[in-house]
Structure formats: C-alpha cells, structure tokens
C-alpha cells in the first residue's frame, strides 16, 4: 500500500472520528437545552386540579385556595346573601356577564352552577390584579356605607364587586371577577381546574 493510500485513509477515519466525537458532543449539549424547555415537576404541579373541602364552609363563610398561582375564593352564600342579588343588577355594569370570563355551564347572574348557592371565583380584581378586601356584610360597619349590600372592594383603585362577583358601574375594573373551570366530586369535594364534562382545563 502505498504512503498516499495510507494518509488517505487516516485523514478519512480521522474525519469520521472527529463528526461521531462531535455528534456525541452536540446530543449531550441539546439534552439539557431541551430539558430546560420542559416545565418543571413543580410547574405541572402548579397546574394541576386542586381539590376543596367544601363540607365545613358554614352559610356566610368564605374560604381560599391557590390553583395555578392564584387565589381562588369558594363563598357559601346565605339565604339573605343570595336575596340581596337581584337587588343590585341596575347598579351592575355587566350583570349577566356577557363579557365576563366563565365557563359556559355557570349561570351568568349568580355564577354558580345550577344557580347554588356557592360562588367560586379568582379573587384578583379585573383591573391591575390587586386582591379585593372581603366586605360580605352589609351596611355601614363595611366602611362603605349603608347602603353596601356586601360583595368585594379593592383597595387599590376603589373597584366594587357585588356577592356574585360582578363588577359595579363607574369604577375601573372592567369585567367580572373571573370563574374558574369546576367540578362536584362529591357533595363536600369540590375540584378546581376540572370542568362538569371531566375534561381539565
């Protein structure tokens, strides 16, 4: 064999030794690139449904959980509450939530399913995403005046929210407060983040 032949066939394997190194080299450098692209086990989580125990919510009492990074609020409305509704839709900007953000199977005056008297809603005003201040009772020990009804008020820019999470007239926030996707699992379970159908949002 000849000295060309054999230089010939050293540069070719050195050739194809050097792209398979490099190869190699590229699959180890994308793999965390692509990893890192990939949310974490913590961001699934976050997203994920998150169960409520409803069953020791007393009429008039309201509790908070968190589902995708957000406060969600679950009110068992009293009687009196549920009443006090109707009373306030001429004040209202948009009292059958037209343009307000809930899912199709909740009933857009009381914005709960099947009319209940539970009201699940993210508790971050539609404005700047302050949380409103819980004001349920009405009348003047509210701060708001006599005339208050109860709902929410945000601090940060005066927005108004009547018991069903809608929006008042003439204040800077320019929707309802939105409803979350849920579900009943049982009568004292209440899942976020899973619609009636089952499917997750």
């Known amino acids: 064999m ?44 976050a997203g994920a449904p998150v169960s409520a125990d409803i069953s020791k919510i007393e009429p008039g009492q309201m509790i908070t959980v968190e589902w995708r990074g957000k406060p969600v609020w679950i009110l068992n409305r009293s009687k009196a509450m549920m009443e006090r509704l109707p009373a306030v839709e001429a004040e209202l900007a948009d009292p059958t939530s037209q343009e307000s953000e809930q899912p199709v199977y909740v009933d857009p005056e009381f914005r709960s399913i099947d009319k209940s008297n539970l009201l699940v809603v993210i508790g971050i005003c539609t404005h700047l995403g302050c949380s409103p201040d819980k004001k349920l009772e009405p009348g003047v020990e509210s701060g708001l005046g006599a005339d208050w009804p109860g709902g929410f008020f945000c601090p940060c820019h005066g927005s108004k929210f009547d018991l069903a999470g809608r929006v008042y007239k003439n204040v800077p926030a320019p929707t309802n407060l939105p409803v979350p996707p849920y579900s009943f699992k049982s009568d004292e379970v209440l899942v976020i983040g899973v619609d009636t159908k089952q499917g997750v949002a």
Do not use: H, W, Y
């Open 2 to 45: 000849s000295e060309q032949a054999v230089d010939r066939s050293k540069r070719r394997f050195l050739t194809n030794l050097t792209t398979g190194v490099g190869l190699v080299g590229v699959g180890f450098a994308a793999v965390p690139f692509i990893a890192s692209m990939m949310p974490s086990a913590r961001a699934r989580a």
